[in-house]
């Protein structure tokens, strides 16, 4: 992979995102890390710079188009031109279908959904003029298989895999590959809160149900995102790159 192409990760703190920021990083390319999450930003930012790793950190809410369009010109501004984007930052809860609000399904689809859309529309006219480009979102196996009690978000992300795909088909003869991830159990974070909050299985349960008998790691995701951000991934495009240990076959 090509050094030097600036990296924007959305949810890039913490989990999934941590994981894909501290490869790219590792790789020599400056990487923004945009997340909500201040104190994680402000702790990771500073152990990654420590390391030699070109980082700029923002507070950033991913629904806000706004808060989007300021960062990325502070982006710009410290980094240069935006080349890959990983659109990561989400949410996830487990709530019954009949429970859910008007006001709770909104939030999903503007965070998991409508966040990715503005994430990505807001980085593709540095990706045009430089003919080249790499996009990536992380969607959920949720929205190939479902997943009952997570309607609103199986929904959201299921929008994720087919915003993907017609914007691989839109922009495929300007260099630009689009490419979604949809993992499944993950040991993150967010997988903790869920346990600890009685809405998510314990890891252990779940990792007998996998060919592969373990939970994925962020690192394993870190590896798909290096993979289709390359020059050798230029052939690859409106893919969905299923890193999840052979949990859903489809």
């Known amino acids: 992979m090509v050094a030097n192409r600036v990296v924007v990760v959305t949810g890039g703190a913490s989990g999934i995102g941590l994981g894909v920021s501290k490869m790219f990083a590792a790789k020599g390319h400056p990487v923004a890390v945009l997340d909500v999450q201040e104190e994680a930003l402000e702790r990771e930012g500073d152990t990654l710079r420590a390391q030699g790793a070109r980082i ?28 890959i984007v990983v ?25 998991n959904l409508t966040g990715v859309f503005h994430t990505v529309q807001a980085a593709l006219p540095d990706m045009i003029d430089a003919n080249w480009g790499r996009i990536i979102t992380i969607s959920s196996q949720a929205a190939q298989s479902g997943a009952a009690d997570r309607a609103h978000y199986s929904a959201a992300k299921a929008g994720v895999i087919g915003l993907t795909r017609a914007l691989a088909r839109e922009f495929a003869g300007q260099g630009i590959t689009v490419n979604t991830i949809p993992p499944s ?4 974070p967010m997988a903790e809160a869920g346990i600890a909050a009685g809405t998510f299985p314990p890891l252990e349960v779940i990792a007998q149900h996998i060919p592969i008998p373990r939970p994925g790691t962020p690192d394993d995701i870190a590896a798909a995102c290096e993979y289709l951000a390359s020059d050798g991934a230029s052939y690859v495009t ?13």
């Not at 991913?62 to 031109?81: C, F, H, K, W």
């Not at 659109?87 to 939030?107: H, K, L, P």
């Not at 409106?238 to 489809?250: D, R, S, T």
């Open 238 to 250: 409106g893919q969905v790159l299923a890193v999840n240990g052979g949990m859903f076959i489809g």
């Open 185 to 188: 159990v993950v040991a993150t």
């Open 87 to 111: 659109a990561n930052a989400g949410i996830s809860e487990g709530i019954r279908f009949q429970d859910v609000t008007v006001e709770t399904w909104q939030r999903m689809v503007d965070i």
């Open 56 to 83: 700029l950190t923002r507070k950033v809410d991913v629904s806000d188009r706004n808060s989007i369009e300021a960062t990325y010109a502070a982006v710009r501004e410290e980094l240069g031109p935006i080349a």
